[in-house]
């Protein structure tokens, strides 16, 4: 019999699968893992509103050694609305790997794909400095699927407190929304998604209630910045902490010895001061950065504005994600105190390749919901 067994994971596995993932850092000089505590099938919500879990579990031991997300959401995609896939959380605990058991994992993917046919294409980040994961996911051997590079995804982290900046923006006012507000605020992302490559085409049922998938984002954490009375800009400080969370693994040994010396003066410059082992940063995601007609002046009155409602909590950083051929990555990239990197691929599996071939629109991803 074999060791390794492929399953669609259920709600009776969520406990495994946040084990795994508690398990699984992320490697850099601050070595992080994800938690989703306390529900990993509730945090997966934010993802899309099709999932589908795949658990490797190994026989012997009747544990979950890893998983992988295959999730599905309407995106814009050369300016039209169509379900696009997203692959994700690929998680394997250390003593087994190397044998195999990714490409067997992604046999169970085009299984799952050949069955529904919910999409064409599929997104996927890995991480820039993962390379085993990148050559191995970039083969195209073992029946994986294909990967097209598709850019660099910036992953800013902007300091609350500290330095502070002056809006240039003198006809832009900016405001708290009110739920209200919400059937403006989607006319307003219905003009301006379409305007980038895979927007997700967000409903009504997305906001400002218990199962939406900006879970937890209350209507006063959107900032509205309008023009002679029309909206013209929008930017959310998504607090996703009683979800998901960044824990801190480890430092490395550098940062390790001087942290204590470091945190003093951080705190004499009124900056974040950098966690303990095992405990969370405390950060916000920014949530539907978007603003018409790329304006740099409105888009950092709306940046001003979140940092200023920020400042009156006890949140650290503001997390703001852009794609490498975004307009407005110049301006944000002015407030970074520094940024993480993730290169963007294209997937498709040989019977769909070619079938949708993005223009040249900047392509945008929901940093909150990667």
Request: charged residues 20%; positive net charge; proline residues 6%.
């Amino acid at each position: 019999m074999a060791r390794y067994r492929f399953e669609l994971a259920t709600q009776a596995d969520d406990a495994e699968l946040r084990t795994v993932l508690a398990s699984t850092p992320m490697p850099g000089r601050i070595s992080v893992t994800l938690r989703c505590e306390p529900s990993f099938f509730d945090a997966a919500r934010v993802l899309g509103n099709q999932q589908q879990v795949i658990a490797c579990r190994d026989v012997e031991s009747g544990q979950i050694v890893g998983f992988g997300c295959r999730s599905i959401q309407s995106r814009y995609v050369n300016g039209r609305s169509r379900p696009i896939g997203y692959l994700n959380s690929l998680r394997l605990l250390e003593p087994h790997r190397r044998r195999g058991l990714v490409a067997r994992g992604y046999r169970l993917f085009a299984d799952l794909h050949k069955h529904d046919r919910s999409t064409e294409l599929y997104l996927t980040t890995i991480a820039q400095g993962n390379d085993v994961a990148t050559k191995t996911l970039t083969s195209e051997r073992a029946g994986l699927p294909r990967y097209r590079p598709a850019g660099t995804y910036h992953t800013l982290v902007v300091p609350v407190r500290g330095r502070t900046y002056s809006s240039s923006s003198d006809t832009a006012s900016i405001r708290p929304a009110t739920a209200n507000d919400l059937p403006e605020v989607l006319g307003f992302l219905e003009r301006e998604g379409p305007k980038r490559q895979f927007f997700p085409a967000y409903s009504a049922n997305d906001f400002f209630h218990a199962s939406a998938t900006f879970r937890d984002l209350e209507p006063g954490e959107l900032m509205l910045a309008f023009d002679n009375g029309q909206l013209v800009g929008t930017m959310a400080s998504w607090n996703q902490s009683r979800f998901r969370q960044f824990v801190v693994n480890d430092y490395a040994a550098a940062i390790r010895w001087l942290r204590p010396l470091a945190n003093s003066w951080f705190g004499l410059q009124g900056m974040p001061k950098l966690p303990r082992r095992g405990e969370a940063f405390r950060y916000a995601m920014a949530a539907i950065p978007v603003v018409a007609n790329d304006s740099a002046p409105v888009f950092e009155a709306l940046l001003d504005a979140t940092l200023q409602r920020l400042r009156q909590t006890e949140t650290d950083y503001l997390l703001v994600g852009m794609h490498e051929c975004d307009p407005l990555l110049t301006m944000a990239m002015r407030r970074k105190a520094t940024e993480y990197l993730t290169n963007l691929y294209l997937v498709s599996w040989p019977d769909e390749n070619g079938s949708i071939v993005p223009d040249d629109r900047p392509p945008y991803l929901e940093l909150g919901s990667l």
